[in-house]
Nanobody, 123 residues
Framework: VQLQASGGGLVQAGGSLRLSCSVS????????MGWFRQASEREREFVAG????????YYLESVKGRFAISRDNAKNTVYLQMNSLKPGDTAVYYC?????????????????WGQGTQVTVSS
Protein backbone atom coordinates (compact mmCIF):
# COMPACT_ATOMS: atom_id res chain seq x y z
CA VAL A 1 0.00 0.00 0.00
CA GLN A 2 1.24 3.49 -0.87
CA LEU A 3 -0.37 6.73 0.25
CA GLN A 4 -0.22 10.12 -1.47
CA ALA A 5 -1.55 13.14 0.38
CA SER A 6 -2.42 16.45 -1.24
CA GLY A 7 -4.50 19.57 -0.76
CA GLY A 8 -2.56 21.54 1.79
CA GLY A 9 -1.87 25.23 1.46
CA LEU A 10 -2.08 28.66 2.99
CA VAL A 11 -5.47 29.90 4.13
CA GLN A 12 -6.74 32.68 6.35
CA ALA A 13 -8.36 31.94 9.68
CA GLY A 14 -11.97 30.95 9.15
CA GLY A 15 -11.24 29.48 5.77
CA SER A 16 -11.49 25.91 4.49
CA LEU A 17 -9.28 23.31 2.90
CA ARG A 18 -9.89 19.76 1.76
CA LEU A 19 -7.09 17.26 2.02
CA SER A 20 -7.05 14.13 -0.10
CA CYS A 21 -5.12 10.92 0.33
CA SER A 22 -4.95 8.57 -2.62
CA VAL A 23 -4.13 4.96 -1.79
CA SER A 24 -2.74 2.33 -4.10
CA UNK A 25 -3.77 -1.28 -3.72
CA UNK A 26 -6.87 -3.35 -4.33
CA UNK A 27 -8.09 -3.79 -0.76
CA UNK A 28 -8.58 -0.17 0.26
CA UNK A 29 -11.95 -0.85 1.85
CA UNK A 30 -10.34 -3.18 4.38
CA UNK A 31 -8.07 -0.45 5.78
CA UNK A 32 -8.84 1.90 8.61
CA MET A 33 -7.64 5.34 7.49
CA GLY A 34 -6.45 8.18 9.65
CA TRP A 35 -5.26 11.75 9.42
CA PHE A 36 -2.54 12.96 11.76
CA ARG A 37 -0.84 16.29 12.15
CA GLN A 38 2.40 17.52 13.60
CA ALA A 39 3.09 21.15 14.31
CA SER A 40 6.55 22.53 14.82
CA GLU A 41 8.02 21.44 18.16
CA ARG A 42 4.86 19.59 19.10
CA GLU A 43 3.95 15.93 19.30
CA ARG A 44 2.00 14.27 16.54
CA GLU A 45 -1.79 14.25 17.02
CA PHE A 46 -4.36 11.80 15.71
CA VAL A 47 -6.86 14.19 14.13
CA ALA A 48 -9.49 11.96 12.53
CA GLY A 49 -10.08 8.36 11.57
CA UNK A 50 -12.57 6.30 9.62
CA UNK A 51 -13.31 2.61 9.41
CA UNK A 52 -13.07 0.67 6.17
CA UNK A 53 -16.79 0.85 5.46
CA UNK A 54 -16.90 4.51 6.39
CA UNK A 55 -19.53 3.77 8.99
CA UNK A 56 -17.60 4.92 12.05
CA UNK A 57 -15.44 7.98 12.51
CA TYR A 58 -13.21 9.39 15.23
CA TYR A 59 -12.21 13.02 15.83
CA LEU A 60 -9.79 14.83 18.04
CA GLU A 61 -11.86 16.89 20.45
CA SER A 62 -10.45 20.20 19.22
CA VAL A 63 -11.58 19.60 15.63
CA LYS A 64 -15.05 18.20 16.28
CA GLY A 65 -17.68 20.17 14.41
CA ARG A 66 -15.07 21.74 12.12
CA PHE A 67 -13.39 18.81 10.39
CA ALA A 68 -15.02 15.91 8.56
CA ILE A 69 -13.33 12.74 7.40
CA SER A 70 -14.82 10.71 4.57
CA ARG A 71 -13.76 8.11 2.07
CA ASP A 72 -14.65 6.99 -1.43
CA ASN A 73 -13.77 3.32 -1.64
CA ALA A 74 -14.43 3.29 -5.39
CA LYS A 75 -11.68 5.89 -5.81
CA ASN A 76 -9.34 4.56 -3.12
CA THR A 77 -9.30 7.99 -1.56
CA VAL A 78 -9.84 9.40 1.91
CA TYR A 79 -10.62 13.06 2.50
CA LEU A 80 -10.38 15.52 5.35
CA GLN A 81 -12.63 18.54 4.96
CA MET A 82 -11.39 21.29 7.26
CA ASN A 83 -13.65 24.25 7.93
CA SER A 84 -13.38 27.22 10.27
CA LEU A 85 -9.65 26.82 10.33
CA LYS A 86 -7.66 28.38 13.13
CA PRO A 87 -3.97 29.30 13.37
CA GLY A 88 -3.66 26.44 15.86
CA ASP A 89 -4.48 24.03 13.03
CA THR A 90 -1.22 24.90 11.31
CA ALA A 91 0.80 21.72 10.91
CA VAL A 92 2.01 19.11 8.50
CA TYR A 93 -0.86 16.72 7.93
CA TYR A 94 -0.28 13.02 7.22
CA CYS A 95 -2.56 10.23 6.17
CA UNK A 96 -1.97 6.71 7.37
CA UNK A 97 -3.52 3.27 7.06
CA UNK A 98 -4.05 0.41 9.46
CA UNK A 99 -5.52 -3.08 9.40
CA UNK A 100 -6.88 -2.57 12.89
CA UNK A 101 -10.48 -3.24 13.82
CA UNK A 102 -10.37 -0.67 16.61
CA UNK A 103 -12.56 2.41 16.23
CA UNK A 104 -9.92 4.74 17.67
CA UNK A 105 -6.58 3.01 17.14
CA UNK A 106 -3.31 4.00 18.71
CA UNK A 107 -0.55 5.54 16.61
CA UNK A 108 1.46 2.33 16.63
CA UNK A 109 -1.35 0.49 14.87
CA UNK A 110 -0.80 2.51 11.70
CA UNK A 111 1.81 0.83 9.58
CA UNK A 112 1.82 2.82 6.35
CA TRP A 113 2.18 6.58 6.11
CA GLY A 114 1.97 9.07 3.30
CA GLN A 115 4.21 12.07 2.88
CA GLY A 116 2.92 15.12 4.69
CA THR A 117 1.11 18.09 3.27
CA GLN A 118 1.60 21.49 4.88
CA VAL A 119 -1.42 23.40 6.14
CA THR A 120 -0.77 26.97 7.24
CA VAL A 121 -3.53 29.10 8.71
CA SER A 122 -2.81 32.81 9.00
CA SER A 123 -4.50 35.05 11.54
Amino acid sequence: VQLQASGGGLVQAGGSLRLSCSVSGRTFNTYYMGWFRQASEREREFVAGITGSGGTTYYLESVKGRFAISRDNAKNTVYLQMNSLKPGDTAVYYCASSKTTNIAPADWEFDTWGQGTQVTVSS
